[in-house]
């Protein structure tokens, strides 16, 4: 089991990133996929996820109507689209399958 996430950079306030999560060794359609971020100083918190069990969809209330989560089942990826962005999005970003297995977590920097 891999995850590998893409995407993370530096952007100003109001910006765009979209991450990505490869998975590889087991099928996403089967598990409920996620995204964490752990902010410096802080503990790690939920951003969104997609439940296995009934595909529903999780939204942290700090990010909802910003980011959102997607999967391509066909490319064994999922993703997550993040808009207006804003200093307190500033994190290492972590993608996970069932809390269990995790990406290497990929950063991202919001500043002026």
């Known amino acids: 089991v891999q995850l590998q996430a893409f995407g993370g950079g530096s952007v100003q306030p109001g910006g765009s990133l979209r991450l990505s999560c490869l998975a590889s060794?087991?099928?996403?359609?089967?598990?409920?996929i996620g995204w964490f971020r752990q902010a410096p100083g802080k503990e790690r918190e939920g951003v969104s996820c997609?439940?296995?069990?009934?595909?529903?969809?999780y939204v942290a209330d700090s990010v909802k109507g910003r980011f959102t989560i997607s999967r391509d089942n066909a490319k064994n990826t999922f993703y997550l689209q993040m808009s207006s962005l804003k200093p307190d999005d500033t994190a290492v970003y972590y993608c996970a399958r069932d809390r269990v297995d995790w990406g290497q977590g990929t950063l991202v920097t919001v500043s002026s």
């Open positions: 060794g087991f099928s996403i359609n089967y598990y409920t």
């Open positions: 997609i439940n296995f069990g009934d595909g529903g969809t």
